[in-house]
């Protein structure tokens, strides 16, 4: 054996027993692995943003919030669940969809819901409709638009109207569940809004 074979192991006993005290004498000894919200306990998600968009990001936040709890495991471990390549369970289906209702319930209930209106300009911008149908829903009143359209039920329809099943089988990174979803619920929102717009007009 070398004398440098010999001599390394020596060197790295020493460098993680200094790296350890250095560890402890700043409170390292008392570490403890910080332990997952408890999904079923209502958690504060402040929306960032408006638009449709943000709506969505928030609605997926507390939508997964309420699956995990239907499901009784962590956010975080649903999540990795579903970044699993494979076929969702009905189980997982049915928690997902019903914690998307519940957040919209949720929302409802603490007034952070905005009203249609609120909606439509951005729903309308990317609408495929020819822009004189444009033109005449961007005229038509916001007391008009608010009473005949109600944001929670455009929103509880665009969550039914979600083919969940195929979403999360295309799901492989725990990065894109949010994204994705909020994409989907997004462009479900737009569609349902923009055809109960429509039908607002005269015949």
Do not use: H, W
């Amino acid at each position: 054996m070398t004398v440098r074979a010999a001599i390394l192991p020596t060197i790295a006993a020493a460098l993680v027993s200094i790296v350890l005290g250095v560890q402890v004498a700043n409170g390292g000894g008392d570490f403890a692995p910080a332990r997952t919200a408890d999904p079923c306990v209502a958690r504060v998600v402040e929306p960032i943003a408006t638009g449709i968009e943000a709506l969505g990001a928030r609605l997926v936040l507390l939508g997964l919030d309420g699956a995990a709890c239907q499901l009784r495991i962590s956010r975080e471990a649903l999540v990795l669940q579903l970044a699993q390549p494979r076929e969702r369970s009905d189980a997982e289906i049915d928690a997902m969809r019903t914690g998307l209702r519940d957040a919209v319930q949720r929302m409802q209930a603490d007034g952070t819901l905005p009203p249609a209106s609120d909606l439509a300009d951005e729903a309308l911008a990317n609408a495929d409709l020819p822009g004189y149908v444009k033109s005449l829903l961007r005229r038509l009143p916001d007391s008009m638009v608010n009473g005949a359209l109600k944001t929670d039920d455009i929103l509880v329809r665009a969550i039914d109207d979600l083919d969940l099943r195929a979403m999360l089988a295309d799901l492989t990174d725990t990065d894109d569940i949010t994204r994705m979803i909020n994409d989907a619920v997004s462009q479900a929102v737009k569609d349902s809004l923009i055809a109960r717009l429509r039908d607002l007009l005269p015949g």
